[in-house]
Each structure stands twice: as structure tokens, then as C-alpha cells.
């Protein structure tokens, strides 16, 4: 099993950019989530999903969107990127068992740059 | 919503002391306290988690303990070995319909000089 995977690694975008950012799961989980990790700043929740063709807002979702057209991928998308949206991106999921919290699965994380 | 402090943000300890990594939250609902290592330029990984019905879960030279009535929680290593040097990240789930929606605490650098 592959666990959570991401695509790309790494990206530079110049300001006004748009791009997606891919999730992929191979564990048959229902719940995913975007995060990003800003130096000092920990890991922050972006949107999550609670299963396929399902999209809810997180800690931070401003200037970002999201879908889950199949349930084992997670899309993230920035539509006009901003140099405050510099921050490296990880995808996770978990299972959705007995309505409680399980362990979060992440991916390696994506690397973004936006000059 | 939810807000979670984390302290020291950097711990220095000698191989084989103990470290302490204290989290403090603001929900009184939340029920589920995951703790997440994340060695450098790698992904998070779940070290050990406690549910607000138990006061201590232990795994080998890993503790958590959680105090509901104070709303906070920490982390004891103990016997420290230098592959323990990383980021640590603490977080607090509210449960109920909102499991999942963790928020995580800025994070501790701990380094165990050899």
C-alpha cells in the first residue's frame, strides 16, 4: 500500500497563478483534509471532506477550494495565488468508524512557493 | 472554536534524561488529545493518543497524561535517545459531529544531545 501520496513535491507560482494540488488514499478511508504548515504556526485545517462528493470549511479556507469527486482523492485548488499562500501543503485521512476520532494518515507534503 | 497552546517551543535535553512537553486547551468539549512527531523535512506521524475518558495511556518510553479539569495535557518521553529529536505537535479534536477537526498546538523542537 502506497498510504497517502501527493502531487507535486514542489511548485513555484508567480502571484495571480492558479493550480491543484493532488491527494490520493489507498486505505479506503472516508475522511480526508488539507492542512498547511507555516513555520511557528503548527499544522492548520483548510477544508476536510467526510466522504465522497462531500466538502466542509476549515480553520482556514480563504482562497482556496476543494473537491472529492472519488472518494481515494482530495483535491486542492488555489484559484489566484498570493504570496501569503507560501506554505508547505499536507493532505491526511483517516477512517470513519463508531462516530469518534482515529489516527490522521498524511501524505509527504507539497512545497509551495508563490512569488 | 478551538485554541491550543503548546509548551516549551524548544526543548534541549541530554541523551537519557526526560523531557515534559505541556499542551493547554480552550473547548471544554473536546474528547480527543493525538500527539504527531514529525522528523525534518518529513510527514507527521501519530506517536500516541488519549480520549477524555482516560487519565493516562502509556507506550513503552512514551506518556500522555490529561487533566479535563484544567484543560490540559502533556507529553512524558523518558530515557531519551537522540533518534527522539524532532517536532512535536499536540492537538485537541471537539468530537461529537465535529471529529476530525483537530487543532494542533505551534509544536516543540526537541533535541537530545548524544
Known amino acids: 500500500n502506497a498510504g497517502v501520496t501527493q502531487t507535486p513535491k514542489f511548485r513555484v507560482l508567480k502571484t495571480g497563478q492558479s493550480m491543484t494540488l493532488l491527494c490520493a488514499q489507498d486505505?479506503?478511508?472516508?475522511?480526508m483534509y488539507w492542512y498547511r504548515q507555516d513555520p511557528g504556526m503548527g499544522l492548520r485545517l483548510i477544508h476536510y471532506?467526510?466522504?465522497?462528493?462531500?466538502?466542509a470549511k476549515g480553520e482556514v479556507p480563504d482562497g482556496y477550494n476543494v473537491s472529492r469527486l472519488k472518494k481515494q482523492n482530495f483535491l486542492l485548488g488555489l484559484e489566484s495565488a498570493a504570496p501569503s499562500q507560501t506554505s508547505v501543503y499536507f493532505c491526511?485521512?483517516?477512517?470513519?468508524?463508531?462516530?469518534?476520532?482515529?489516527?490522521?494518515?498524511f501524505g509527504p507534503g507539497t512545497r509551495l512557493t508563490v512569488t | 472554536g478551538e485554541n491550543v497552546e503548546q509548551h516549551p517551543s524548544t526543548l534541549s535535553v541530554q541523551e537519557g534524561d526526560s523531557a515534559v512537553i505541556k499542551c493547554t486547551y480552550s473547548?471544554?468539549?473536546?474528547?480527543?488529545f493525538p500527539w504527531y512527531k514529525q522528523e525534518l523535512g518529513k510527514r507527521p506521524q501519530l506517536i500516541i493518543d488519549?480520549?477524555?475518558?482516560?487519565g493516562e495511556k502509556k507506550d513503552q518510553r512514551i506518556a500522555v497524561t490529561l487533566n479535563k479539569t484544567a484543560k490540559h495535557f502533556s507529553l512524558h518521553i523518558t530515557e531519551t535517545q537522540p533518534e527522539d529529536s524532532a517536532v512535536y505537535f499536540c492537538?485537541?479534536?471537539?468530537?461529537?459531529?465535529?471529529?476530525?477537526?483537530?487543532?494542533f498546538g505551534q509544536g516543540t523542537i526537541l533535541t537530545v544531545h548524544p
Open positions: 471532506s467526510v466522504g465522497e462528493g462531500t466538502t
Open positions: 491526511a485521512s483517516s477512517y470513519d468508524i463508531g462516530d469518534i476520532d482515529h489516527e490522521q494518515y
Open positions: 473547548d471544554s468539549a473536546s474528547n480527543y
Open positions: 486505505m479506503n478511508h472516508e475522511y
Open positions: 492537538a485537541a479534536s471537539p468530537g461529537g459531529t465535529s471529529y476530525g477537526k483537530l487543532t
Open positions: 488519549i480520549r477524555s475518558n482516560v
